[in-house]
């Protein structure tokens, strides 16, 4: 199983912006469907965007669709979430994650807090 470390949380006011970054190891990278997730405070965990193995396929929620980016440097191990625009209903932890299966993530990351201020 791959080992995931988020990093690049922290506040920002309505409007601004945030780049999360996630570190894997212990595994063929490039393998796996990466996914940002996020959940706020009493709300379930809601995937917000998925990007193949290759980086050429991506998946994003709606409510940021337009907003975030999701971006991954297989030479590097490293997965992005480029969050422009930010709002306050953005605040939540946000999570990274991988998986090989398709609908299915077997490795997740710690979770790293985005607060957002109105």
């Known amino acids: 199983q791959v080992q995931l470390v988020e990093s690049g949380g922290g506040l920002v006011q309505a409007g601004g912006s945030l780049r999360l970054s996630c570190a894997a190891s212990?595994?063929?990278?490039?393998?796996?469907?990466m996914g940002w997730f996020r959940q706020a405070p009493g709300k379930e965990r809601e995937l917000v965007a998925r990007?193949?193995?290759?980086?050429?396929?991506?998946y994003y929620a709606d409510s940021v669709k337009g907003r975030f980016t999701i971006s991954r440097d297989n030479a590097k191990n490293m997965v992005y979430l480029q969050m422009n625009t930010l709002k306050p209903e953005d605040t939540a932890v946000y999570y990274c994650?991988?998986?090989?299966?398709?609908?299915?993530?077997?490795?997740w990351g710690q979770g790293t807090q985005v607060t957002v201020s109105s």
């Open positions: 994650a991988a998986g090989v299966a398709l609908g299915s993530y077997d490795s």
């Open positions: 212990g595994g063929t990278f490039s393998n796996y469907r």
């Open positions: 990007i193949s193995g290759s980086g050429w396929g991506t």
